[in-house]
C-alpha cells in the first residue's frame, strides 16, 4: 500500500518538509494542505519580507536541488557587525575566520517560496490551496483531517506546520510553552545609498536588538537591507505610525552612520515576539514541526534554519525506518525524530533568548563586563571562531543528523526507546 503524509501548512517550513520526505520516499503520497491562496506575481524590492539561511541551510537546499534556483537571487552576507549603541565595545566576524567563502546568504522570502513550490511540482507533490483543515482526526487507528468542507482525508503522519498560533495542536492535547519577550518586531527593507559590500548588522540598542540583513542589489545606486528592529510593544506602535521620512530618522539615531544616510523605506510589519515551545512535538500518528513546535526570537535569524533541520532529519528518520518496514506514524520512527533534533532545537531556542536579552541595560555592574567580552570577541579569533560555527551551522554540518537522508547507505536505524 503507498504511504500517504498529509502536511498542514504550505509555507517555507511546510514545503521544506514536503520535499525532504519526497527524498525519503520517493514512491510516498505526499499532500500539503494550505489555508490561505498560494500568492503570485513578484512584490515590489521595498515590500519584501527575507530570512537568513545559513551554511547548513544552504548544504540541505543545494543536496534537494532547491539552492540552486534561488542563488542568483541571494544577498551573501560576507562579514557580520555586532555593536552596542551609546557604550564602547564592538565585533566583527568574518568569513575569512571559517576560511569560508560566505558566512550565510539573505533571501526573500518569496524567492525561497518559489523555489520549493518549483521543486514540489517537480516532485509530484500535490499543493491544495486554499484548503483550510477544520479538525485532526485521531478517532480511528489511522490518523487524518477533516476539512471545513467536511471532507476527510487520511494518512500514516500528518505533520502540522500551520505557525506559532496554531489552531490545531491544542487538538492533540499538546501543552505549550509561552514566554512573553515584551518586545515586537518592526520589519521593512531599507536603502542606503552606494554598493552592497555583503555586510550584516546586529545592533543591540536599550530597546532591544536591531538586525540590518544584505539584500541583492537592484540598483547601482543603492544598496538594499531586511531590517528587523525589536522595540517594546508602545515603542513599535509609535514607529509604526511614523511617515517614512519620520520613520527613517528613527531608525538613523538608533543605528547609525555605518551606511551613510537611509533613503528609501518600504511597506512596514509588526508582531509580537513571543517565543513558544511545545512540550511535546508528537502524538501517534501526528508531528508538531516548524514554528507551531518552536517559534524562537529573530535576534540571530535561526528560525528558518532549524526548521529545515528539523525537516531533514525527518527525512533521515522516514528513510531509515521505512527500510525496515515500520509504519511512518509509528512511535519508534518519531521517537528516533526527536533524538536527532532535541539537542538542536534546546540549543537554538537557548542561545536567542539570551542575545535577546543578553545587551539590555541592567546596571554598570553587569554592563561593563558584558561591553568588554564584546571587545575581547573582537581580538580573540579561537572565541570568535567558535561563536561563527555555530550560527553558521558548521558545528552541525560537522556531523548532521540527517545524513542519511541522502546517503545511500539504508542501514541507519537508531533504536531511541
Known sequence: MTARIVIIGGGMVGLGFAVTCRYALPSAKITVLEARPIPTGTPSPLDTRASALNLASQSILTALDVWSPMAASAGIIHQIHVSNQARFGSAVIESTDLGVEALGFVVENHVIGRALKNRADALGIALEAPCEVQQLLTD????????????????????????????????????????????????ANVSFAGVQQGIAFERFTPTGPMALLPLPDTSVAEQ????????????????????????L??????????????????????????????????RSGFLIAGNAAHGIHPVAGQGLNLSLRDAASLGASLKSWSHQGVALGDSQVLRDYEARVIADQDRIVEATDRLSTLFQTRGLALDLPR??????????????????????????LAKPAWAPLFSADESDVQVTG
Open 249 to 282: 530618522s528613527q531608525l538613523q539615531a538608533a543605528f547609525g552612520w555605518r551606511l551613510g544616510r537611509a533613503l528609501r523605506v518600504g511597506r512596514r510589519s509588526t508582531w509580537p515576539l513571543n517565543r513558544v515551545r511545545v512540550r511535546e512535538q508528537r
Open 371 to 396: 561591553d568588554a567580552a564584546l571587545t575581547l570577541l573582537d581580538v580573540l579569533k579561537p572565541l570568535r571562531r567558535s561563536i561563527a560555527q555555530r550560527g553558521t551551522g558548521l558545528d552541525v
Open 224 to 247: 538594499r537591507f531586511n531590517v528587523v528592529w525589536s522595540l517594546n510593544e508602545a515603542r513599535a506602535a509609535q514607529v509604526m505610525a511614523l511617515d517614512s521620512d519620520a520613520f
Open 140 to 187: 480511528q487507528q489511522q490518523p487524518g483531517v477533516r476539512l471545513v468542507n467536511g471532507e476527510t482525508r487520511r494518512a500514516d503522519l500528518v505533520i502540522v506546520a500551520d505557525g506559532s498560533q496554531s489552531s490545531l495542536r491544542q487538538q492533540l492535547g499538546i501543552d505549550v510553552q509561552w514566554h512573553c519577550t515584551e518586545q515586537h518586531a518592526v520589519v
